[in-house]
């Protein structure tokens, strides 16, 4: 064999060899490829398996955010002063166009006719260690002022007198405009004389109140503040005036830490909302009312008189101490 017959057989091998190495190194590959594979999803399914609980898993419940409950608001207990409140008329407050002091009758009418005029019966009720002109008119006395806590010692006299005043605790102007305007000449008379809404105060203090209600004005002595409110509403009760909403807002809120401070029952008027109502032509014409069964109820002494029952002795049908303005125990002698 030539030397170029060789080398076209070496070339042969060469190129056979090289073949069925590649064939080889391809049937190697494919039979790893699968098992490779195979491993690789079995790892994700066993992660996928660890990351997702079973449908059968417990599953803890959630319990629904609990729903807050508004707690009511208790209604007043009968006979407080927030329950009278609550029947008050709310309206806005009417032009004090009109208003004078005269509306309301001369000032401190004798109105119980009992000889002495309502100054000195409010003086004598409030003050203490008197000292008398007669039996009605007070020369000098100690107060214990409601509005300031303070002790004041009176004593009458042009420079001096005024150191105490007498307070009307719905101030007219106040009652004018929340309803009094509506009022008859003798009711108006009657609440100016009224001594459910007169006080005997220090006079700087009363008159730094001015005409303010409740939500402008009230006692510097906080003690005070529930029974002066309370008064408030007793007397607009009695004489059916209104209140406007601030003014409601600001009796409220006093009355709040004190809810079974009593209303007052108004010894002129008589029970609460015994003037008739403003629009009414009716007028106060009988002496006598029935507060209760068996109760005799006498507005003034000219009523006891009237009915001629005077003079009224402690424990008779009618008498009240408000009548008896020297406690001696004989009322409109």
Not at 31 to 39: E, K, R
Not at 64 to 79: D, I
Not at 182 to 197: H, S, V, Y
Request: some cysteine; overall charge positive.
């Amino acid at each position: 064999m030539t030397v170029r017959g060789k080398g076209k057989w070496i070339w042969g091998g060469i190129v056979v060899v090289a073949c069925v190495a590649i064939g080889l190194t391809a049937e190697s590959t494919t039979h790893a490829g699968p098992s490779t594979q195979d491993a690789a999803s079995s790892a994700q399914a066993t992660d996928a398996g660890a990351a997702t609980p079973s449908p059968d898993a417990a599953t803890p419940a959630t319990s629904p955010a609990p729903v807050p409950t508004r707690t009511a608001t208790p209604e007043p207990a009968a006979g407080t002063a927030l329950a009278l409140l609550k029947t008050l008329p709310v309206k806005g407050r009417a032009p004090k166009t009109g208003y004078a002091r005269t509306q309301f009758g001369p000032a401190w009418a004798d109105v119980d006719r009992n000889g002495c005029d309502t100054r000195d019966d409010v003086l004598r009720r409030d003050l203490r260690h008197l000292t008398l002109r007669g039996w009605c008119v007070v020369l000098s006395g100690i107060l214990t002022d409601p509005y300031t806590a303070r002790q004041i010692h009176f004593t009458r006299g042009v420079r001096t007198s005024t150191a105490v005043q007498i307070d009307h605790v719905v101030a007219l102007s106040d009652a004018w405009q929340t309803g009094a305007q509506k009022l008859t000449t003798a009711q108006r008379e009657m609440i100016g004389n009224d001594p459910l809404n007169l006080l005997a105060v220090d006079g700087p203090t009363n008159e730094a109140k001015g005409d303010g209600d409740a939500a402008t004005w009230l006692p510097p002595n906080k003690a005070f503040r529930c029974r002066y409110v309370a008064t408030q509403i007793s007397v607009k009760a009695a004489y059916r005036l209104w209140v406007t909403a601030a003014e409601k807002a600001a009796m409220g809120a006093v009355l709040a830490p004190c809810p079974r401070q009593p209303a007052y029952r108004d010894t002129m008027v008589g029970t609460a909302g015994a003037i008739p109502p403003p629009a009414s032509t009716a007028t106060q014409s009988a002496p006598v009312s029935t507060t209760a069964p068996g109760a005799v109820y006498y507005q003034n002494c000219a009523a006891v008189r009237a009915a001629d029952k005077a003079p009224l002795y402690r424990g008779q049908p009618g008498y009240s101490r408000t009548l008896d303005r020297d406690g001696d125990g004989i009322a409109c002698e």
